[in-house]
């Protein structure tokens, strides 16, 4: 008893000194953020995965990074230039801002993307997995913006589309098609930007690990016009749905060299775009036979039991029929996603299970609900489509 | 005499009061400038051409907006909101920012564009000929993203390609090709960003008032690897032109459907753009056979008299032979260029009547350095292009 009450409390200072140590023990090996504009020394980023944020603002009161739900105090030196260092961050990427004195404003050292609903900064904690989305002296296809005007919509609207290495070369070939949605508050440019989607492609197709294929990312916001009074009073009606089935789809087949057929179609998405286009596959099974949901489905956000004979209008009570009809039905999730994902995926994993309902499930290791998920369940998915 | 005493002052402060009331009285008609982001309120432009900036920063000491040379101070209410009114602009695109406490940042409200060397807010003052960069209901070309790995530079680069509508049904069709270089502190992304290259092509072509092209948009900044210590001491070599002919030219015959060669190849630029572009065809009259300069020649910045036996080698002594040789040389300028653009222009033009060498000049009412000059300049000889 008497040594106890030495011992614990020096392995309890022992570990709170190794716990605080990692927390405030910083290693200076910052290197400027891959995804930082060119020649912009800052944003940085250390090997223990903290951000250096550093902007001029000499007469400024307060200077903040904030990032990951954290705001950190910036310090000013005798130049009027802030500097400061975040927690370490998960790999991958990260949406960020600055804050001046009140202000979120972009940081000026790094390139844009578009995520929570504007342009925004973003910063690229190395992956040790980086090498599957790097940018590699292998083939690389085409990204294509491609205006159309839609009619459901009244508006002008806008999707990219991939075309693999060799597609403009080999004329007489014809391609399989993914198509591949952004999440909420995003848009049609993140798969190709921030999600790499374009240089994923260009790798496994380089090392046989993909089949050549077309993938097209158009934006998931498309409403109906809102016409008269009345119509603007109401909720604005997503028009998503028949936007891409009735308008996306034959533009595509008539503009690029597809095999437009269901057994060489495929639909994917993440998080909104992974409920949505859900509902799309099980609403159009003729159209598409592979599905792939990345850190969602349509039962979000919630996570009780599925009830399948009133779930999606009951279009996953035949299990069995599902499983003559949908070649590949993938899921995948981010092991650090936040509430309610686990659960709510977790709750229509347990519904396709007991449905008999075949699915590829893969885990994306130490990873939330970012785009780190993301690559790497594209990465993952494509590597199985149209095999 | 008596008369005049009181008649002078009159007249005098009439004309001051309309001076001061037109640089004074503010029109209230604000819009949303058409390059904001979606949903995003401001920045906003009136009827006077005026812009009004405005950011949330309530515990800011001092915030300006920052566009074409002036700080104009913003003034805080009670949210603590800055907003503030800049002078009437001239009519079309401009670069700004904010400066928030000493901060130069990007104003939150506005799409993001390359220029000046960094990533930054734009403004558009609507132009009376505006239709002609308008997107319009009409066929669209594709924008494509075309990434390449240059020996020269031993570095990964960046075009842009614009190919017109109809390349991907017509697939026996070829097409002839314009180069089409930005200015500098730009990139290769300006052109069919702030220059709106695709959308002018796609209205001329609707229009039949231009033959269907594919256009090119590089990178003017290449420069050859600093391998040595020494290497780094020196000046850094441009290795454009070199990239250019040997490198970007063969691979897109390669992977567009070109007509490759001189009569169906144009090569045009803007400012330094204009420049280098001039060098290049110079260099290669048997690669190019028309040429486009706007706001820019190769005696940029001297404005003296062009001795011909020394300018560029040389090249311009044959003015017979060059006549025969250059299907099209078209100069344009905005009537508002600063010093020297005019007089260098100006001699360069002098030396082409000189030599009687047959050229268009085609001169932008109303505009500075900027890009409405440009767009229309683009507009404007793409319409006598490969005729």
Not at 278 to 292: A, E, K, P, V, W
Not at 361 to 384: D, G, I, M, N, V
Request: hydrophobic fraction near 35%; proline fraction near 5%.
């Amino acid at each position: 008893m008497k040594n106890n009450l030495i011992i614990v409390p020096i392995i309890f200072c022992l570990y709170f000194q190794s716990v605080l140590g990692q927390e405030t023990k910083i290693t200076e090996d910052f290197k400027p953020s891959s995804v930082n504009q060119p020649e912009k020394k800052f944003p940085q980023v250390n090997s223990q995965g903290r951000v250096r944020a550093s902007i001029a603002a000499p007469n400024a009161n307060k200077v903040q990074l904030d990032l990951g739900g954290v705001k950190y105090d910036l310090v000013k030196d005798a130049n009027g230039v802030w500097t400061g260092d975040s927690n370490p961050q998960d790999e991958g990427f990260h949406y960020y801002q600055l804050n001046i004195d009140g202000a979120s404003v972009p940081d000026p050292g790094t390139l844009y993307f578009y995520g929570a609903g504007r342009l925004g900064s973003g910063i690229e904690i190395p992956a040790k997995d980086q090498e599957f989305f790097s940018l590699k002296n292998v083939p690389h296809g085409l990204v294509s913006e491609n205006i159309y005007f839609s009619k459901l919509t009244n508006s002008f609207r806008r999707c990219f589309i991939y075309t693999p290495p060799g597609y403009n070369e080999n004329i007489k070939t014809r391609y399989p098609v993914l198509y591949l949605q952004h999440g909420s508050f995003e848009d049609e440019t993140g798969w190709a930007s921030q999600g790499k989607a374009n240089l994923i492609l260009d790798n496994l197709i380089a090392a046989k690990q993909a089949n050549p294929m077309i993938m097209v990312m158009d934006n998931g916001y498309a409403y109906k016009p809102q016409n008269s009074q009345q119509d603007k009073k109401e909720k604005m009606l997503s028009v998503f749905e028949e936007v891409l089935i009735t308008e996306v789809i034959s533009m595509i087949d008539a503009k690029f060299r597809t095999i437009s057929n269901r057994e060489n179609r495929a639909i994917a998405g993440l998080s909104m775009g992974a409920n949505q286009t859900m509902r799309i596959m099980m609403n159009h099974l003729d159209t598409f036979s592979q599905y792939g949901g990345f850190s969602g489905t349509s039962n979000y956000p919630n996570t009780d039991a599925i009830d399948v004979s009133t779930f999606l209008d009951g279009k996953y009570k035949d299990g069995n029929a599902l499983n003559k009809k949908i070649k590949l039905f993938w899921l995948g999730l981010g092991t650090k996603e936040p509430v309610p994902f686990p659960k709510s995926v977790g709750a229509f994993r347990a519904m396709l299970d007991q449905q008999k309902i075949k699915y590829v499930y893969y885990q994306s290791p130490e990873t939330a609900h970012e785009w780190l998920t993301w690559r790497r369940c594209l990465y993952q998915f494509a590597s199985k489509l149209f095999r």
